[in-house]
């Protein structure tokens, strides 16, 4: 006898349906899956069989072939062990059922209960692009199953709690939403910008690269802030919407780091990967490629501390995302492509000691040895970066001054008017920030004065600016005037983001 029973695999970030077909047939008795499966799928022949067994029901004694369509997609991890155990008792005939219009997914313990799966978002996203109207989830994944609307979630306990709802002997509810699931109240910031002492030129660059999506680099001595600044950006950033929150809890599904009793992030990304990262770690990679840090990070930031202690492969592979906003990891069977729209924040010292132009401390490193350092760095990469920061040491009035500062949430509301006015702008493109512009768009909002024209005209033969360094001023100008609430943009915004320029050039 033959049952089908639809599943779901993960490919990249996206779904794939996939048909579970059962026989069960006199022959020698045993178990064989084909349908180009991974060891844990083949593994999932003495899970589903010791499951059946605990759950009160027989496994078959003939021969059992389980054929996972398409064959030309791998199949990898535990998920289709209760679609496989499901088909198996329909094969057999110990269970009759419709499930035609039903998604089944979920990893089987020897006693017949479900475990935790990941992607579970994606999956379940994938019915509902399929008209499918009922998906079963084991009961820990229901709450992030349950953020795709349009398919009725059924949170399953144990195989033989599948079978008592699907017989009719025990129902069971779908599973409704609670106030905690859905509580959408302001996430903590990970840093309040009121508890950062002086800096103050600093914090104002931060506003202008969260306001426009802007890359930032601020290079200081030890102790002078800088990762501090840094993990307050999230702070300071528009929270996200629905649509930005289902795309980053999609990522974090299929990772398996979405927390299970928050399944739809609120909170913007801040990822700190330590400079011993490998290439994969932070593009993605693997066999069947996975995220990486860049896309971990997609609609929020990514924090690169020590800059320079990276290696120079590891560095060099973020200018094309940086430009694109997309990484795209090739292999043998195939491209995958997964998001990567983030603001890059990195923090490094002026030198290998950490104390050059510090005026209290001297610098113990020889020029070559500042050079060589900063040379770490190369200057098309330095180029993507549209602002430049020096944090110097903070003096002990500042420390010691009682007095708070201007909060994440005044800051945050600024952002988020500057953020309206680009979405109005941009309307009727793709493009949400500034920093998203290309060549057109900067002809047509990026336009200058007189005087605005002579400045520009004077900064480039003075800072020797590059065709891509010359837009990348042009856009965070914009970005000024849209946070002073001007139409057009004015000599100070101008003067203001060639501020953010590096003194020094590295290329």
Not at 170 to 198: K, M, Q
Not at 355 to 364: E, L, Q, R, T
Not at 384 to 399: G, N, T
Request: net charge negative; hydrophobic share 40%.
């Amino acid at each position: 006898m033959l049952a089908t029973v639809l599943t779901c695999a993960v490919i990249g970030l996206d779904g794939a349906l996939v048909e579970v077909e059962v026989d069960s047939s006199y022959g020698v008795p045993g178990m064989t899956i084909v349908g180009l499966p991974d060891a844990a799928v083949q593994e999932s022949r003495e899970r589903v069989r010791s499951a059946i067994r605990n759950s009160g029901a027989r496994f078959p004694t003939g021969r059992v072939t389980v054929n996972l369509a398409p064959a030309d997609i791998r199949k990898e991890g535990p998920a289709y062990d209760l679609p496989i155990a499901l088909g198996i008792l329909l094969a057999s005939g110990q269970l009759i059922a419709d499930i035609g219009d039903a998604l089944f997914i979920g990893e089987l313990s020897l006693d017949g209960s479900l475990r935790h799966t990941t992607g579970i978002l994606p999956m379940v996203g994938l019915a509902q692009e399929h008209g499918l109207t009922r998906a079963f989830v084991p009961a820990v994944d229901a709450a992030e199953a349950a953020l795709i609307e349009g398919v009725e979630i059924f949170p399953i306990d144990s195989l033989a709690d599948l079978v008592r709802h699907l017989t009719g002997e025990a129902p069971l509810a779908p599973f409704t939403e609670s106030s905690e699931a859905n509580d959408e109240s302001e996430p903590a910031a990970l840093v309040d910008f009121a508890d950062i002492r002086g800096q103050e030129h600093v914090k104002r660059g931060l506003e202008v690269a969260a306001a426009g999506g802007h890359n930032l680099l601020m290079q200081g001595p030890p102790g002078s802030g800088k990762t501090l600044l840094a993990r307050s950006v999230p702070g300071i950033m528009p929270l996200l919407t629905r649509d930005e929150a289902l795309d980053v809890s999609r990522i974090y599904s299929v990772t398996g780091l979405l927390p299970a009793d928050r399944p739809l992030l609120r909170q913007r990304p801040f990822r700190a990967p330590h400079h011993t990262i490998s290439y994969a770690g932070l593009v993605g990679g693997g066999t069947w490629p996975r995220p990486g840090e860049i896309t971990l990070s997609h609609r929020g930031v990514l924090f690169l501390d020590e800059l320079p202690e990276f290696g120079q492969r590891v560095l060099e592979v973020l200018r094309q995302p940086l430009e694109d906003r997309i990484v795209t990891i090739s292999r043998a069977t195939g491209a995958i492509t997964f998001p990567a729209n983030f603001v890059l924040i990195g923090a490094m010292n002026p030198c290998p000691c950490g104390f050059a132009g510090d005026p209290v401390k001297p610098c113990s490193c020889s020029p070559q040895a500042i050079t060589r350092y900063q040379k770490r760095i190369s200057g098309p990469l330095l180029d993507r970066i549209d602002i430049h920061l020096e944090v110097p040491r903070i003096e002990y009035e500042k420390l010691a001054d009682r007095r708070q500062g201007e909060a994440s949430s005044t800051v945050r509301g600024r952002v988020e008017q500057a953020r309206a006015v680009q979405r109005k702008r941009f309307s009727d493109s793709h493009i949400r920030l500034n920093s998203d512009m290309g060549p057109a768009e900067v002809r047509d909002f990026c336009r200058l004065d007189d005087t605005g024209e002579q400045l520009m005209r004077a900064a480039m033969r003075q800072l020797q600016l590059s065709a891509r360094a010359y837009h990348r001023v042009l856009k965070l100008a914009r970005t000024i005037a849209d946070l002073a609430g001007d139409t057009q943009i004015a000599p100070p915004h101008l003067a203001e983001a060639l501020q953010y320029r590096p003194k020094e050039l590295s290329a």
